[in-house]
């Protein structure tokens, strides 16, 4: 192996340059692989983030009778710490709206007022309270059938459920009055 050019042990100039041109395209070959690497992960993620948001609504149920749906709002890409938020569409109140942290999910009424909210209590599984006079009230459980579908129990009686893909945010809000 000729690497250097001032040591002359057999090897002539012309292979040296030959060795250090193959480096090089080696170095260029794995420097173009990791940023074709780069945009096509930037990109997967791009996409995902703009899937997320284009879900389309979540539509609530009382019995067999759509009631209203909920709509995520866009994030906002600068802060990620807020949490995600669903404006409610339903004929019996306007202007509610849904926030979802990690583990707490809550309705407010359009002047900010705390209608209702939830906890998680397994991975599929969340207690949902009503908020009255000031005073929570245990309500319902929400309970995840399919990754699409959530159903609202009181006991073992069905209240409703939600299709779409918040189905936990769609069940919170049927305690607002747009459901009970």
Known sequence: MCRNRMLNNGCGPGRFDAQMKRAHTRQVTRCRKGAVAAVVIAGTVAASAVA???????????????????????????????P???????????????RRRKQRVE???????????GHQISANRWTLFRHR????????????RT??????????????????PDGLEAAAA???????
């Open 133 to 144: 006079e000031g005073s929570p009230s245990p309500r319902a459980t929400a309970v995840r």
């Open 52 to 82: 997320a948001n284009s879900a389309g609504p979540t539509y609530m149920f009382i019995g067999q009778k759509n009631i209203g749906y909920i709509m995520p709002e866009a994030p906002i890409p600068e802060r990620p710490d807020l």
């Open 174 to 180: 049927l305690l607002s009055p747009c459901g009970f």
């Open 107 to 117: 309705v407010r009424s359009a002047l900010f007022d705390l209608m209702a909210y």
């Open 147 to 164: 990754p699409n579908r959530w159903d609202l129990w009181r006991g073992k009686r069905k209240l409703g459920h939600t299709v779409g």
């Open 84 to 98: 995600s938020r669903f404006y409610v569409y339903c004929d019996a109140y306007e202007g509610a709206e849904v």
